[in-house]
Each structure stands twice: as C-alpha cells, then as structure tokens.
C-alpha cells in the first residue's frame, strides 16, 4: 500500500513510494513525506487510469530482477535513504535479500519504471518491526511493503496503484495475517481517505529517516473486506489482480461499484 526524497537545494520533493496518488516522492519502507498539505482529488474513488503500454511482472532472477534492484538503489540515491554501493544496491536492504521479492512495472521497452520489494516473515524480524517500541498482537507472518520506487516522470499513469494491488495479492497468496508498513502523519491520513479505512497502530510514533513516523498494519481480512465495502469501484480494480480461481478460494468479497 504505499516514499520521500530530496531535490537539489535542500528542498523536499515529493517522488513517492508507497502515496497512491503518486504526485509524491519514493521512500523506503513506505516513509513518504509530503510537499505541501492538498485536499484529495479523489472523492469519487473511481478506478485508477493505468496506461495500456505498462507490464507487471515478479521476477526472481535475471535482467529484470537485477535492474529492479538497481533502480530502487538509483531513486533511494537521489533521495538520499541509502549509502553509495558499488554494487548500485541498497544495501542496507541485504540483511533480507533472500526473502526480498520485487514487483516491478515496465515500459513496452523494457525499462523499469516501478518497483516493490516485499518481504514476509515474522514482524519482530522485518524493518517496520525493529522500529523503537514497535509490538505486534496480529499474527505471523506478516508481508511488509518494504519500498516502493517509482521513476520522476511516469507518476499519475496507475503505477502506485499497480504495485500495491500487486502487494496485496502477495499478502493472500502468501496467506499473511497482515500488511505492515511505516507511515508519517499525511501518509496515514491519505492512506485512511484513499481507501477507506484507518489502519491499526503497533508503535509509537519516532524519529526514522528523517520523520516522525510509526508502523501500521492492515489487517486480513477484516481490513480489507472494509476497504472493498468503502471503495467498490477500486476494490474491482483490485480484484482483477486475482484469478477466478483465487478469487473463491481466498473467499475475497464480491461487490458492486
């Protein structure tokens, strides 16, 4: 579900990673931080608009998956949330490399123009759970949107909307009890507006990577039965990540836009 970065100057510029209106900037583990305070532009909350010419896919080795890692690196780079790597990777991330999976969004070239890097596991041993006073009373495991990157000038095509769908899908297949994420004050808020339901708390807020920012879980189902009841037109959106099959096999609800 949803980033942060730093222009030249010293001016904060609003690239995200994890916003789902994407006229933000990228940040890891969903930290984002906003420009300037806008009323949202999505009071109907119609489907998103996804350009045609963009792929998904989840690649577990090869070109794709090496460039994907190389294209979080260069946009955590330019925002300043990672150290330099020759290895043009964060690094910081390696500690959870072998249980790292990507969900990357391509050009009809072939060009990575958005990423996900997901992980699953215990949340005592994920990111958002080493944070400072961080607890966890959902359940194991969890899916913990790690990052999402998306590249300056493809914002406001679906790209967001594409990689948390895809996140979503993940936390099913991967029979998680919730989706975990680190959010400041604004992210939560439009997180809340956007789809319709307020998540849960498992720390206080502190200070990370330059916010003021605590980890929140969805959790599943509950979370997002109320998120389908809120938002139909974009739950159905969402459910065209799922095969028929997986749609009654993960008895996901069913409701009309």
């Not at 030249?8 to 933000?24: K, S």
């Not at 984002?32 to 080795?61: H, M, N, Q």
């Not at 948390?164 to 997180?191: F, G, H, N, Q, T």
């Not at 997002?224 to 159905?236: D, E, G, I, S």
Request: proline residues 9%; contains cysteine.
């Amino acid at each position: 579900m949803p980033d942060d970065s730093r222009a030249a100057g010293g001016q904060e510029a609003a690239l995200v990673v994890g916003d789902p209106r994407e006229d933000a900037a990228p940040s890891p583990s969903g930290l984002l931080r906003r420009e300037e305070p806008a009323p949202s532009s999505r009071r109907g909350f119609p489907p998103p608009t996804v350009d045609p010419t963009l792929s998904l896919s989840y690649p577990t080795a090869g070109r794709v998956r090496e460039a994907a890692e190389r294209f979080e690196y260069e946009i955590f780079r330019a925002s300043g949330f990672c150290r330099p790597s020759r290895h043009e990777r964060v690094e910081e991330y390696d500690e959870w490399a072998g249980q790292s999976r990507f969900a990357v969004v391509v050009d009809s070239g072939g060009g990575v123009v958005g990423a996900t890097r997901i992980l699953v596991g215990r949340y005592c041993d994920l990111p958002a759970g080493r944070l400072r006073g961080s607890t966890n009373d959902i359940g194991e495991p969890v899916l913990e949107v790690a990052s999402i990157a998306i590249r300056p000038d493809h914002r406001s095509v679906g790209i967001a909307d594409r990689l948390y769908r895809a996140a979503l899908a993940d936390s099913y297949r991967c029979r998680v009890k919730a989706i975990v994420m680190v959010v400041d004050p604004w992210l939560e808020d439009i997180l809340e507006d956007y789809y319709g339901v307020a998540p849960d708390c498992l720390g206080p807020r502190t200070r990370y990577m330059g916010g003021d920012v605590r980890p929140v879980a969805y959790r599943i189902p509950e979370h997002v039965n109320a998120f389908a009841r809120a938002r139909p037109a974009l739950w159905q959106f969402i459910l065209d990540e799922f095969t028929p099959g997986e749609v009654a096999d993960f008895d996901l609800p069913i409701v009309l836009p």
